[in-house]
């Protein structure tokens, strides 16, 4: 059977069986899990200490709360990915096996920050690392270039340093502005069709 939260594919089969683990807690306690996930996926850290009371109360151990996250994760991000409403993604969750009021809570959860989530899935998609500032000095003959990045790998800004002929540079700048005003262009088009 397809899913349309997953992307008009099958259902995975991990996720099929997190369903009975998630099943064991109540449906309060899924909401509340639901929160934990979203403002982790939203990149804020995941209170842990609340995250190991919801589960120890529904006697799931360490392996399976993590398991417990990952698919309410994935169900998550997937229906952000793919537009899915929150009616079809109730449905879909209690043809997998979700208890009704489980799917209702986690829907109301999807519902209230898909906003949120489909921007901040946007602006990290297929990113390694996010500018964070550049910084130029003058070296006589050439310019020195610091470029400032946050590296998703290791969590932190790094700084890459290097220098160009002043006649490069100029060249670079003006290359790159061609580029970005193709870049608007390309998405004016696409907004108009």
Known sequence: MR???CGDADCPDWLLVQINNLSKMTSIKMKVLSNLVVKSILGENI???KLSRITTEAKLDEKDSQGCVAA????ITSASRYAVSEKSLSNELQQIGFPHEHASALCRVFCDNVGKLTTHLANNSLRLSKLEGVSCSDEGDFVQVVLKTWERS???VQSTSFNIDKQQLVLLLADLKQVYSRMEEIEAESNNT
């Open 72 to 75: 309410i994760a994935f169900i």
């Open 47 to 49: 209170d842990k200490e």
């Open 3 to 5: 899913f349309k939260f």
């Open 154 to 156: 290791s969590n932190s």
